[in-house]
């Protein structure tokens, strides 16, 4: 019987039928077909399905092992018993039937002399088992005839310790009682109907070693008791003392340390320093590195563990690829053809499905059945992203929301919203079941933007909030936000803390009256609207009588920028004002600003903007219809403030033009410099210190309102500082001086990030270094910065010159020092 797809050993089965599976280097049905041979069998019916060519291929009409094989193909699975029904144009004579994924070395001679002793239809091999919950209960009478049958029986049920093996003796008459046509099981039907006819079935109790290898602990389980003798199962290779079997061409260096009982397989080489402990089978052609260490685990052939790999208790499949200090945890395994990355951590059970990548130094703490990837940190630059339903599906989404509910005070409340589209839905649905179970309420704002989420978070009881929307560039991606009780995003420290407690899924349990519940809370537009107009001198706009042109992008900004205009009493030409997830998913910011910027220019209109489905970010647009890039935007809105501010204290990012110092040194103000990363950057917004803060890549902040990057209030309170300083944006724009960056990536792998920022620290003088984020060098006519990408095994480079072909050189030319300092592969 070798038609089962094996669901349960997924995913070693995904892409091979289970009898193919090796145990102890050949195949499940080898061992099988060994043993029929001790026993006088030579002439083989196999019944194939799923993947059979596989089966075909390698036993072929079995002449190389001293069998005749014949094979009978299922179209669809027909059950046990419709299986043999199907080979009965071969079985015209006494039979006996044998699963070919099973381990056992029962006697069959004397199961089929007890056959044909009792004039039996059919007899059931059974077994004694400590554990007989899992398996069906055969209780037979004295002589051996069958009284009963219990499927799945509970512990009150069992009256007997002797389970079916799935070893039958049959007679060919043993077809006129099994359906054509369809599915027909033995253990569930044929047999309780010959019992209930009356009809010879008897049940022989066998001894010996039995072990159906329906699952990966049971797959483990099996090695181990073949490599102890336990299982009758016959060792390949040479064998050693201390029970070790070496194949042929086997190369082991001499530090390297073996300790049986082990298998070993043909042309597999250990390097020096590893360790191949207890219980361990290796491969054909299996590579082990220095310092590698493998215990109890299982190596397929043609399989790579580089230097300092560690396997314990493991299955690495066919041709895995495990590259320098992977660690593989207690009961991973890994499909055929997987690579994991340098440094890679699989926690304990992880599953990774055949061809999968698993990425340099990440972290894995669930399976990787259809990821396209795993990422280092579950959490990323701006939160939890993936693609939707994929790589952030509905379970993972309320593992994580519980996770984050279980660091917080049961009983508390967190602010929920989305964006338009579907997936967000769904996957906010999942978070808001997560949170509530784990006795947090749920404030749900339904499809908001972020800032509006965000001030509801700082304005209400919640202790955090969460925002699920569409990641920005990749339609099928996602991004599940965190904020803590300022609105912010969640610290690093507060990630890591997350990350922990889904790591080891300790999630706080809440009783049926604990359970949180779901608000919808009112007016929150109308107190966002209220907030903002209230920062700034709504009286001076209001006078100015702006005249705009709007793209709200078919996002969630739509629906909050209606109420914020009509308090400005500005004349809107408004695009785009409507939610559409389709067209959202398809947005392009540049050739939406260029239209804007026509339609500025058409109408005489003071300026215009795009703002980003989430609200957040915005690309201006100047009186003369010219969309401002993110650092003259930066630089224009920077003046206003320091000039509108004399003695202003602003925040920004250590990869801002040397323009933003000029500018602040003529107006008085101070620069506090920060790192890159969002949540420093809202920190020091947060802080009281500072009046403006800014990304560098269109983020900017009014601490005043929101310590967060928000579209609206930007726009705002450009209005407000234009309607005070009386220029039109293009003169602000033109006054700025000009911004000369250029940017380049390096691959650099997760282990030699600390080695090049090291190395760079180490070869510059320490006058010319700014160790706020990454290794800033100032130089004569400019800077270049080197960062370690924190999501990616890149480094960025940022330089500034005098022009823009001497930033350019200036990038490659650090570009290339950090290159040279990453060893070649």
């Known amino acids: ?95 006996l039937v044998i699963s070919g994924d099973v381990v056992t070395d029962i006697d069959l001679s004397k199961v089929v002399e007890f056959h044909r002793a009792r004039r039996a239809l059919a007899t059931i091999a059974l077994k004694s088992m400590e554990d007989p919950l899992e398996f069906g209960i055969v209780i037979t009478h004295q002589d051996g005839s069958i009284e009963r049958f219990l499927e799945k029986p509970t512990w009150g049920q069992v009256f007997s310790d002797t389970i079916n093996t799935g070893v039958y003796v049959l007679e060919p008459e043993i077809f006129d009682h099994i359906p054509e046509g369809r599915p027909v099981d033995f253990s569930s039907e044929v047999f309780p109907a010959l019992l209930a006819e009356g009809l010879p079935l008897y049940g022989y109790v066998a001894e010996g070693y039995w072990e159906d290898v329906g699952t990966l602990e049971a797959y483990l389980r099996a090695h181990r008791d073949a490599l102890d003798g336990r299982a009758g199962v016959e060792l390949p290779g040479f064998q050693l003392d201390h029970d070790v079997w070496l194949g042929q061409g086997v190369e082991i260096d001499p530090s390297a340390t073996v300790e049986g009982p082990v298998v070993i397989g043909d042309n597999c080489r250990i390097g020096p320093g590893a360790r191949v402990g207890d219980h361990t089978v290796l491969g054909s052609n299996v590579r082990v590195g220095a310092e590698a260490e493998l215990v109890r685990s299982v190596v397929h052939d043609n399989a790579y563990l580089g230097p300092g790999v560690r396997l314990l208790g493991c299955v690495a499949g066919r041709s895995s690829d495990l590259r320098q200090g992977a660690h593989c945890s207690q009961g991973v395994v890994l499909g055929d ?295 003259v935007a930066l630089l224009a809105l920077l003046r206003l403030v320091v000039e509108a501010h004399p003695g202003a204290r602003v925040a920004l990012p250590v990869v801002t033009t040397r323009a933003a110092e000029e500018i602040c040194r003529e107006a008085g103000a101070t620069i506090e410099w920060t790192k890159l990363a969002t949540p420093h950057l809202m920190e020091v917004a947060a802080s009281g210190r500072v009046a403006f803060a800014a990304s560098h890549d269109g983020g900017f902040i009014y601490p005043a309102f929101l310590p967060a990057y928000d579209a609206a209030a930007t726009l705002v309170n450009l209005l407000a500082m234009l309607a005070t300083d009386g220029r039109r944006l293009s003169e602000v724009v033109d006054s700025c001086p000009p911004v000369h960056v250029a940017h380049r990536t390096v691959a650099t792998p997760w282990e030699c990030k600390g080695m090049v920022m090291r190395t760079l620290v180490e070869g510059t003088a320490p006058a010319s270094l700014v160790l706020v984020d990454g290794v800033k060098v100032l130089e004569d006519g400019g800077w270049a910065l080197v960062l370690p990408d924190p999501e990616e095994p890149v480094s960025h480079v940022w330089a500034e010159g005098g022009t823009d072909d001497e930033a350019r050189g200036r990038a490659g030319t650090w570009a290339e020092r950090v290159s040279s300092l990453v060893p070649s592969k």
């Open 337 to 631: 053809d997987c690579f994991v990355g340098p440094h890679a951590v699989l926690d304990p059970g992880v599953k990774v499905y055949p061809g999968k990548t698993v990425e340099a130094g990440a972290t894995v703490h669930s399976s990787i059945v259809w990821e396209s990837r795993a990422s280092r940190h579950l959490f990323g630059r701006q939160g939890v992203s993936g693609l939707a339903n994929v790589d952030i599906s509905p379970e993972l989404a309320l593992r994580l929301s519980m996770a984050y509910a279980t660091t917080l005070p049961k009983g508390s409340s967190v602010t929920a919203s989305r964006d338009t589209s579907r997936a967000a839905r769904v996957l906010k649905r999942a978070m808001m079941v997560g949170l509530n179970a784990a006795g947090i309420h749920v404030d749900d704002l339904e499809a908001t933007t972020v800032p509006v989420t965000r001030l509801q978070v700082r304005s209400s009881s919640s202790r955090g909030g969460v925002s699920v929307r569409l990641a920005q560039g990749d339609p099928q991606s996602v991004v599940i936000r965190f904020f803590d009780d300022a609105g912010i995003d969640l610290t690093e420290a507060s990630q890591r803390k997350i990350e922990r407690v889904l790591q080891r899924e300790d999630f706080r349990r809440s009783l049926a009256s604990e359970l949180g519940g779901i608000d919808f809370p009112a007016r929150t537009l109308e107190y966002y609207t209220d907030a903002l107009v209230a920062s700034v001198d709504l009286a001076s706009i209001q006078e100015a009588r702006f005249k705009l042109v709007l793209d709200y992008a078919y996002g969630t900004a739509s629906f909050v920028m209606p109420n914020v205009l009509a308090k400005l009493e500005a004349d809107v030409l408004a695009l785009n004002p409507y939610g559409a997830t389709a067209r959202a998913m398809a947005l392009d910011l540049g050739q939406h600003a260029s239209e804007v910027g026509r339609l500025v220019q058409a109408s005489g209109a003071h300026l215009g903007a795009v703002l980003d489905p989430d609200g957040e970010r915005l690309v201006i647009v100047d009186d003369r219809g010219r969309p401002l890039a993110d650092q």
């Open 1 to 95: 019987m070798a038609g089962g797809e094996g669901t349960r050993l997924r995913p070693l089965t995904s892409n091979q039928p289970k009898p193919m599976i090796p145990l102890a280097n050949r195949p499940l049905m080898e061992h099988v077909l060994t043993l029929l041979g001790r026993h006088g069998f030579r002439e083989v019916v196999v019944t194939v399905a799923f993947t059979a060519n596989a089966i075909r291929t390698w036993f072929g009409d079995g002449s190389e092992l001293g069998f005749s094989i014949t094979y009978a193909a299922e179209e669809s699975p027909l059950g046990t018993g419709g299986s043999v029904r199907n080979a009965r144009a071969h079985l015209d004579q006494t039979f």
